[in-house]
């Protein structure tokens, strides 16, 4: 069974463009969170889909960020434009339960 | 709200010898509790995890976590370390129902001696 894939796996930006990172969950996995570690911190929550809707986007830090998931399957999550503080790792992850969540091997996301 | 403190931000431990990582959280319930392990160039892989029930959880690669309501503590152990186990280690949990969001502690990244 395939795990969580993440494309791509590092993007290097300018400051003020804008970047689309894409998450592919394990298949039958109807919840899908994002989460993001920048700087060496915590890794903090975003935001998790059940199916194609947003159960919970309280972690979203700003309107810059905008995830989507259309037809429940896998998500983006577009940075626009991009700041300088948002490099970091970020993860994606999906669950069965709603509980128990695996996560895929995170995108680099550099903003110069 | 909800915190996860994992005190010790470093570790090194000689191959062989055995390893406890702290776990310290504040709730106002018992959560439900993971550990994760990330090596070098990989995401987060799943150790173990505490819903309920018997307070000594066991994982995979040897890994073992006990559960003490008493401490809030959720504490990681593994009797002997081999030089594959050097990787950062997060402790995280979340509530027993509603939000599933995870909060994480900050990780402890653990280094090992030959």
């Known amino acids: 069974e395939a795990g969580v894939t993440q494309f791509p796996s590092h993007s290097v930006i300018e400051k003020g463009q804008t970047v689309t990172l894409r998450c592919d969950p394990i298949?039958?996995?109807?919840?899908l969170y994002w989460y993001r570690r920048v700087m060496g911190k915590e890794i903090k929550f975003l935001l998790h889909?059940?199916?194609?809707?947003?159960?919970?986007e309280s972690g979203m830090p700003n309107n810059r960020f905008l995830a989507e998931r259309t037809g429940g399957t896998y998500s983006t999550l577009k940075v626009q434009p991009a700041e300088l503080e948002d490099s970091g790792v970020y993860f994606c992850?999906?669950?069965?339960?709603?509980?128990?969540?695996?996560f895929g091997p995170g995108t680099r996301l550099t903003v110069t | 709200a909800q915190s996860v403190t994992q005190p010790d931000i470093h570790i090194t431990v000689s191959e062989g010898a055995s390893l406890e990582l702290r776990c310290n959280y504040s709730?106002?319930?018992?959560?439900?509790l993971f550990w994760y392990v990330q090596s070098p160039g990989q995401g987060l892989q799943l150790l173990l995890k505490y819903f309920s029930g018997d307070t000594l959880v066991q994982g995979i690669k040897g890994f073992e976590a006990e559960f003490k309501r008493s401490q809030s503590s959720f504490n990681l152990r593994k009797p002997s370390v081999h030089w594959s186990d050097a990787a950062e280690y997060f402790c995280a949990v979340c509530m027993d129902t509603g939000r599933r969001a995870l909060t994480f502690g900050s990780g402890t990244r653990l280094q090992v001696q030959p």
């Open positions: 298949s039958g996995h109807d919840n």
């Open positions: 992850a999906s669950s069965l339960t709603g509980v128990e969540q695996y």
């Open positions: 709730y106002g319930a018992t959560p439900y």
């Open positions: 889909f059940v199916k194609e809707s947003k159960q919970d």
